[in-house]
């Protein structure tokens, strides 16, 4: 393995010790799931039922658990979608394992679709809709395989035994990484039917994941990838469908793995990041075509910048990077060399060029709300804190300081870590520590006054969600 792919593996490891007890959901604005059109699905850990179904309609009345799945510990309910106005997830019951459940946001419409793995756990995951139906990986006494259900226990079935994940919709059909049992190990898709279910190519997608990438991404009529090929390494890849119309766009490090991260498209052109050998991970761009693969900018002359969590804001492709000056902060780029720079060096009181303040470090992601980019970032006086940009350095501003706690004997930290940014309707919410309530669910308009705590769910300092370490 490459130098850089360590790099990956060791960042992304130190982000999943960080984000320990996090409270993934679901939000919901006028599509009429649950008991409200304006509803948000979360676990959360009250201090009596331990991690159980929430939800809220962001006031403090409106913040309830739905229903204690498993009446002696914690059901941990998480992989929330809405399907045909009903939300799913995965929980466990302390009976039947881990299994396919869903809810209409009443105790009694809170029920477990199907008993999938009879002796175990069904390891449910990688939700994806198509065709009316809502699809995703599980596990039986058979093996792993691609699942399909219509909401009922009858309605859910085995639609083949490849194991596969990072199920993408495109041209009527669904396309994934998957396996059957070694034999074809590469790029498939299926229309739903075992018959209908047909291996594309011996290339297997792949990538580091974080929360806010996608295995695959269409562009262009095409879809987009990273993969593995025997004589090539971890390199760009595209397909149209067809084993001859799935080719490498390019071979940018012709001497190992260019790990491409990150595919995002933005003004008829994908981003990402690779390594090409020389300049180390940077900022890279394509059309499509092996001439048109270049890299944007090197952004760290001197090492490497390795941008993160790439996403296109009002016609601009905003990340964090490393320059070997600032830090790790807030850039942007329209998609040249001139037109790739720093936002706001936002920690400046750092004392060496590995820091920074790490934007959206804990959340793996920016958020658009209200015409701003919403994201979470530290500096030394504050710590980590909710912040925003509107794109430029004067509209980069911290949106509340949250944790303004001095005696950390009690809380351990002056951050509040802000994580899990969603939108609800005209509200931000997100998962947020502060000294006196411990780490909560918090919703904020974009001001400093309606930047406040819904609820305080465990009454208390310890907070109904775990603090990142």
Partial sequence: MNTSSQNIISLKLLQLAAILGLSTGLSACGNGHGSSTDVYFFSANDNTHSSELWKTD??????????DIYIDGPSGPYGFISFNGTTYFSANDGIHGRELWKTDGTESGTIMVKDIHTSGDSSIQDFTTYNEELYFYAENSDGAGLWKTDGTSAGTILVTNISGNGFTVFNGEIYFSGSDNG????????????????????????????NSEKLLVEFKGELYFTANDINYGFELWKTDGTSDGTIMVKDINPNGDSDPGFLTVLNDELFFIANDGNHGIELWKT????????????INTSDYSFPLYLTAFNGSLYFSANDGIHGNELWKSNGTESGTMLVKDIDTNNTSTLYGSYPANISESFVEFKGDLYFDAGDREHGSELWK????????????????????????????????????????????????????????????SGTSIIKDIWDGFMGAFSIPN
């Fill in 58 to 67: 962001g006031t403090t009345d409106g913040t309830v658990m739905v229903k």
């Fill in 183 to 210: 034999t074809n190990i590469g790029l498939w898709k299926t229309n739903g039917t075992p018959s209908g279910t047909i291996f594309i190519k011996n290339v297997n997608p792949s990538c580091w994941c974080f």
């Fill in 287 to 298: 059309n499509g075509a092996e001439n048109g693969t270049i890299m944007v900018k090197d």
């Fill in 389 to 448: 940009t509107n794109g430029t350095e004067a509209g980069t501003i911290m949106v509340k300081d949250i944790n303004t706690a001095t005696d950390l004997s009690v809380t351990g930290t002056d951050n509040s870590y802000p994580r899990v940014l969603t939108t609800l309707c005209n509200t931000l919410l997100f998962n947020a520590g502060a000294s006196e309530t411990g780490y909560e669910l918090w919703k904020t308009d974009g001001t400093v």
